[in-house]
């Protein structure tokens, strides 16, 4: 989907990246319900969290094992992925 994609790209970003604690994600074009799914490289789902669509989403990952992830945000126009690592 071209309007999810277009979330996080320009003035979005996700940081920091590597994380250690909190990851930020900043400059959403959104508003209203969305949830943020982490899996890790097998697919099972480590960590998943509703959140209200803003400028800036704050994660707590403090719990999160070091390792390679990828993280979704869904959002009512489509669904966009990043890869995040854990330090």
Do not use: C, H, W
């Not at 900043?26 to 669509?53: A, W």
């Not at 990952?61 to 992830?69: C, D, E, I, N, S």
């Amino acid at each position: 989907n071209v309007e999810a994609l277009d979330l996080l790209t320009g003035q979005g970003q996700i940081a920091p990246n590597p994380v250690s604690e909190r990851l930020t994600i900043r400059g959403l074009q959104l508003e209203g319900e969305g949830n943020v799914q982490i899996t890790n490289t097998l697919g099972q789902i480590v960590f998943e969290q509703p959140v209200e669509l803003q400028k800036e989403i704050s994660l707590n990952l403090q719990t999160l094992p070091v390792g390679t992830y990828i993280m979704t945000l869904k959002t009512p126009v489509g669904n966009v992925s990043e890869k995040i690592l854990k330090e």
